[in-house]
Every structure is written in structure tokens, then in C-alpha cells.
């Protein structure tokens, strides 16, 4: 049986074949690694592309690649040292494999980018819940950009609170018993912020990215990985466990914090410090 195609391998052709001015972003690759693997087994090209699904679509691992992301002033810009002309496979399997890319890259740039590669991706989540909560956040994150009509285009408090309540109808509670504390306390905290006089949606949206990223360590350890939870955990924190309770503690603060100051508390600290708690993971960059 032929080698697989590695990770590094796969994303050396689609730099070469994408040849755009500006960076590949790593929310970017991480997708069409996704879409490209599944790409190439349908043509019979195995593909060694390790993956978890993690808050916002699947996550592959990148730790024991040669491919690294940069920081730059406009976001992240992927690097591969490896280059077509290195890669060491018959030259039938390397242009079937550029096909296989082409056609992926050529959907993904069609389809909407990484909007339309999401909402793609999410077909094939293991969980309904996955969905619901995929169309509440796209919900707050329109209404955070300021949609000039968001109160009357299905974003506003009533429009959120039924997707709420579809969040926490299709939650997989027998399959993930020990998040349902986590999972009321976090509807708690949503349905005080969705009656308060003043509609906040981008504190609405760091309350809900608290508790996505908490269930979604779990999810990520779970069996619709193709890695170890050893893996898996090295590649979301240094330390997954003191970083989820660093999580529940930031939603206990807001139940808190509502009880004791109400709608008068400042938004701007609440949005801040759950975003910090959030951001403390190594993957805790938003994806879609």
C-alpha cells in the first residue's frame, strides 16, 4: 500500500495550487484539511490528517507537523517548509491528489469561504446540538456586527432565546451526564441576559462561547476523534482541566454577578473577563 499523504504534504500542494497574494489563515486550513482528507479517501489516497472536532468545526493536529502558523498584523499566515517538488510519491497519486485539492480549494472559494465551508462542515457534526448552537451564534455574532436591522431580521432577544431553548432541548445530556450542571447554570445566565432592558449581544456571545468551549473539551476527547485523548489534550492546553475550571468559574462569577448588581453591572468588564477566560486556550480562537 502506498504511503499516506502527510499533513505537511497535502498543505505544500494547496499553497501551491491556491497561489493568492494574501496569507492562508489557519481557520482556513484547519477546514479544508477537513474537506480535503475526505476528498482524497473518496479517491482512494489515504491521507494521515489527524482531527477532533473542537468549538466551531474540527481541528487537525498540526503539532507534529512542519507546518506552523505565524502571527502577523492582519491575523495568522500558514507556513510549510515542504514543497511539491519534494514529495515523494508516484506522480499518478500526486496529480490525482492536486485534483482532488483543486476541486476542494475551487468549492471552498464558491461556497462562501469559511462561512460556507462551516456551515458544510457541520453536516457532518456528531451532534444535533452542534447545529442548533452553530445558527444561535451566527444569530449574535450578525447582531454583534451591528446589523443595521437586527431587532427586526430574527436577531434580536426573542429570535435568540428560541435558539436557546433548541441548544439546550437537543443537548446529548445521557452521552455528556457530567456538563448538565454546566449546561443549566449556562441557560440560567443566558435567559437573565436575554430579559435584562438592555440587549447585549456581545455579552450574550462571550457567555455562550464560555460554556461552547467547556463542552466542547469534552466533545474533542470523545470517540468521533481519529486521536488519543492524550493527543487531544496537548493540542487544546497545557493544562485542560485547570483551564476548564477557569471556564465554569467565569460563568459562576456572571450568575453572580447578576444577582448581586443586576442590569447596572458594567458590560464591558463581564465581555472581558469571560473572553480572557476563554482565550487562555491554545485553540481558543474563533473559527467561523
Known amino acids: 500500500m502506498p504511503p499516506a499523504l502527510t499533513v505537511d504534504e497535502v498543505t505544500a ?12 489563515r489557519e481557520k482556513e486550513l484547519h477546514k479544508l484539511l477537513y474537506s480535503i482528507k475526505h476528498g482524497l479517501q473518496e479517491e482512494g489516497i489515504d491521507a494521515d490528517i489527524p ?26 499566515a500558514v507556513q510549510c517548509p515542504v514543497t511539491p517538488a519534494s514529495l515523494n510519491h508516484d506522480e499518478s497519486t500526486v496529480d490525482k491528489a492536486k485534483m482532488v485539492i483543486s476541486q476542494e480549494f475551487s468549492q471552498y472559494v464558491q461556497g462562501g469561504g469559511v462561512e460556507g465551508i462551516t456551515d458544510r462542515q457541520y453536516e457532518d457534526a456528531p451532534y444535533e446540538v452542534q447545529q442548533h448552537y452553530r445558527e444561535m451564534d451566527k444569530q449574535l455574532r450578525t447582531a454583534t456586527d451591528e446589523h443595521p436591522d437586527f431587532m427586526e431580521e430574527g436577531y434580536g432577544p426573542d429570535s435568540v432565546r428560541r435558539s436557546l431553548s433548541r441548544v439546550v432541548e437537543s443537548f446529548p445530556t445521557d452521552e455528556f ?7 443549566y447554570l449556562w441557560y440560567g445566565v443566558m435567559s437573565t441576559e436575554l430579559d435584562e432592558e438592555r440587549y447585549k449581544p456581545e455579552t450574550l456571545l462571550s457567555i455562550s462561547d464560555t460554556f461552547w468551549t467547556i463542552f466542547s473539551i469534552e466533545l474533542a476527547q470523545g470517540e468521533h476523534s481519529d486521536m488519543t485523548v492524550e493527543e487531544v489534550r496537548d493540542e487544546i492546553s497545557d493544562d485542560v482541566d485547570e483551564y476548564k475550571a477557569r471556564l465554569r468559574e467565569a460563568l459562576r462569577n456572571r450568575e453572580r454577578e447578576q444577582t448581586e448588581f443586576g442590569p447596572t453591572l458594567e458590560e464591558d468588564e463581564v465581555v472581558r473577563e469571560l473572553s480572557d477566560a476563554v482565550s487562555e486556550s491554545l485553540l481558543g480562537f474563533p473559527v467561523s
Open 177 to 183: 451526564s457530567e456538563l448538565e450542571d454546566d449546561l
Open 13 to 24: 500542494l494547496l499553497l501551491d495550487i491556491r497561489d493568492f497574494d494574501n496569507p492562508l
Open 51 to 76: 482531527y477532533f472536532w473542537y468549538r466551531y468545526g474540527t481541528m487537525a493536529k498540526l503539532s507534529d507537523a512542519e507546518t506552523s502558523i505565524a502571527q502577523t498584523e492582519d491575523g495568522t
